[in-house]
Structure formats: C-alpha cells, structure tokens
C-alpha cells in the first residue's frame, strides 16, 4: 500500500513563490501522481497531474502559467511549484497517485491520498 505525505505548506503573501513536495512511501513507479487543492467551503479540486514516467502534464486551465508539477522517480518524489501566487490560491493542497500512465481530473479516481498541507496566502 502506498503511503503519501505532503510537505513544504506555509504562510506566505501574495506574488511569493512556493514549492510542495509529496513524499511516497512504496513504490510509485507505475502511478500517475496528481495535485488536488481544496478551499475551506468549497469542493476540492485537481491542480496538475503527471504521468508515471514524467513526460506527460495536465494542468487545471487557470493554473498552468504559474504552477508546474514534476517528479524524481529515483526519490519517490512528486513536487508542485507555484508562482506568483494569488490570495485565491489560498487551500490545503493534497498529492494523490493511481496505478496507470495518465493522470485524472477526477478525485473519485486516486485510491491513495496525502493528509494536505495548508497554503495560507495573504495579500
């Protein structure tokens, strides 16, 4: 059973730059691994996913410009970089992984899901 855990969530303002990480435990090799963010009273919602060998990305349209997901497969590793981040982008965000080549959108289709990290993000 692959474990998850997210790190690197923290205060900070608005145009900072902020890098998550989602250590593994087990092997992830074979699973898509994908961002999700959820805002308080609000659904969450997919960020980014990343195909199991790293050549492929997805992104949520409003967040590609500024978000970029990568992964070390030697580390077990999946990391999120945000830029220039935004108020709105305020949300803990969760890593999450499936078996299979290509991320979803869909949080109903992970079967293993990080605890979250908290993104606090003032202006």
């Known amino acids: 059973q692959v474990q998850l855990a997210e790190s690197g969530g923290g205060s900070v303002q608005a145009g900072d730059s902020l890098t998550l990480s989602c250590a593994a435990t087990g092997s992830t090799v074979r699973y898509n691994m994908a961002w999700f963010r959820q805002a308080a009273g609000k659904e969450r919602i997919f960020v980014g996913g990343?195909?199991?060998?790293?050549?492929?990305?997805k992104y949520a349209d409003s967040l590609s410009w500024r978000f970029e997901i990568s992964r070390d497969n030697n580390k077990e590793t999946l990391v999120l970089q945000m830029n220039n981040l935004k108020p709105e982008d305020t949300a803990v965000y969760s890593c999450?992984?499936?078996?299979?080549?290509?991320?979803?959108?869909?949080?109903?289709?992970?079967?293993?899901w990080g605890q979250g990290t908290q993104v606090p993000v003032s202006s």
């Open positions: 990343i195909s199991w060998d790293g050549n492929g990305t």
């Open positions: 999450a992984g499936r078996p299979g080549r290509t991320p979803s959108p869909q949080t109903s289709d992970y079967r293993c």
